[in-house]
């Protein structure tokens, strides 16, 4: 089984000011690794992804993140936040193929102060 | 591309009756449909996993003749819940992948009230 846990609940940062979200995960086998971004009252929207080859994966909005295989880790970067980047942060794990069942970490939440 | 739509967003209705969420794949061909249930300031729970044409698989604890899922074809896959209680109130998100290697995307959530 895989296990996904995101080291802090909550992460206050000033506007313009750098960001890292932490995320280490489990598993027995290779897993494909995901961060999604959930506004309030919304669903989830895919980040970015790491399926293969390079391990620093640039996504949406500024975002990147970097696969480390031997600290099993992938944790996420915005060198700059924006009060629009408030939102609860999610990492996430499949195995086998990228649609398949994810296993969710428990979530950061992002406070962009002004 | 790649987007779901989940309609309704938002139900508010009586103990006791029955309400039906819909999960559409507007742009891809989805042989996979996820449904998850969030409560507030938590991380996603997983419900049940759909394919196409086959029967959905639950999670452990949760009951399949209480949350009633149908997948009856690519595009669609629905979630009823069944004589709703106050206590099934809560903010319930599909999510669906298609062929290949590509990621699940999600719906906007639908957030069911019991009164």
């Known amino acids: 089984a895989q296990s996904v846990t995101q080291l802090d609940s909550q992460v206050p940062v000033f506007e313009e000011a750098p960001v890292e979200l932490r995320c280490n995960y489990s598993?027995?086998?290779?897993?494909?690794l995901f961060w999604y971004v959930q506004y309030p009252n919304q669903g989830l929207q895919l980040l970015l992804k790491y399926l293969s080859g390079s391990t620093l994966v640039k996504g949406i909005n500024g975002f990147e993140a970097e696969f480390n295989k031997s600290q099993t880790s992938f944790h996420l970067r915005k060198p700059s936040v924006h009060i629009s980047d408030t939102a609860e942060y999610f990492c996430a794990v499949s195995v086998g193929a990228a649609g398949n069942k994810l296993t969710f970490g428990g979530g950061t939440r992002v406070l962009v102060k002004p | 591309g790649a987007v779901v739509s989940q309609h309704p967003s938002r139900v508010i209705c009586k103990s006791g009756t029955s309400v039906k969420i819909e999960c559409r794949s507007l742009d891809f061909q989805a042989t996979t449909m996820f449904w998850y249930r969030q409560f507030p300031k938590q991380s996603l729970m997983l419900m049940a996993t759909s394919n196409e044409g086959s029967k959905a698989t639950y999670e452990q604890g949760v009951e399949k003749d209480k949350f009633l899922i149908n997948h009856a074809s690519l595009t669609l896959s629905t979630l009823t819940v069944t004589s709703a209680h106050p206590e099934d109130s809560s903010f319930y998100i599909c999510?669906?992948?298609?062929?290949?290697?590509?990621?699940?995307?999600f719906g906007d959530g639908t957030r069911l009230s019991i009164l």
């Open positions: 999510s669906a992948s298609g062929q290949g290697n590509q990621p699940q995307h």
């Open positions: 598993s027995s086998v290779s897993v494909y």
